[in-house]
């Protein structure tokens, strides 16, 4: 369902974006974050905490945003 809604939703209103909230979404992967990144050029504010990505998530990801990042098994 998570794929599907990076496919359709955020390929028509990526551009519009500029806050992302997936905060404890445990089966999100790092993968499917960074095509939300990617579709979202213009997030200004990115809330990951308490979910199991990692850095390549950000990797090649070309804009600076303040983000809360957190690791649930700390």
Do not use: E, W
């Amino acid at each position: 369902m998570l794929r599907r809604f990076i496919l359709h939703a955020l390929m028509r209103i990526g551009d519009g974006v500029q806050k992302l909230v997936v905060a404890g979404g445990l089966n999100l992967s790092s993968a499917m974050l960074h095509s939300m990144l990617i579709l979202c050029p213009n997030i200004q504010h990115l809330d990951a905490s308490y979910t199991y990505i990692n850095d390549l998530a950000f990797k090649g990801y070309p804009y600076s945003l303040a983000f809360s990042y957190g690791n649930p098994h700390h």
